[in-house]
């Protein structure tokens, strides 16, 4: 092999390994203090409804508040583990968030606080969040 073709192939790699620390999954390995959870949210005639994915979490881990129009939604997702595993693993790839979270949603208009109702299933976290105001959304 030349020293060219030496070259070529180290400028490469390098490329690959600026690339990869440019890109979303280096920063996942850096442990941050917090992540977002990717969510949904619909508009109904009489309520909002928000999805929130949060797979592997337990419902007990899940802190859900509304504070005017803002909706908090808190937890910590634990790492998860290999099942029936007792031996040591090593980690190929890691691209799911962990940690602390806490995601604020700033809702269009005010919401019932007193009636919001939170449920959490197959990894969802759904919250309805009825209208303070009974106001009809607009079709867009």
């Given at each position: 092999m030349s020293v060219k073709d030496e070259?070529?192939?180290l400028?490469?790699?390098?490329g690959d390994m600026v690339d990869q620390m440019l890109s979303r999954n280096y920063f996942r390995y850096a442990a941050p203090d917090a992540w977002n959870p990717s969510v949904n949210v619909y508009e109904l005639p009489d309520a909002y409804v928000v999805c929130v994915d949060l797979a592997g979490m337990d419902r007990e881990q899940i802190d859900v508040q509304v504070d005017g129009r803002t909706l908090h939604i808190r937890g910590n997702r634990p790492n998860p583990v290999v099942p029936d595993s007792a031996e040591t693993t090593c980690v190929q790839m890691m691209e799911i968030d962990t940690g602390r979270f806490h995601r604020k949603?700033?809702?269009?208009?005010?919401?019932?606080?007193e009636r919001v109702v939170a449920n959490y299933r197959n990894g969802y976290?759904?919250?309805?969040?009825?209208?303070d105001g009974l106001r009809?959304?607009?079709r867009r």
């Open positions: 070259f070529d192939k400028t490469e790699h390098f949603l700033l809702m269009p208009e005010a919401v019932d606080a976290l759904w919250i309805r969040l009825p209208r009809r959304p607009q």
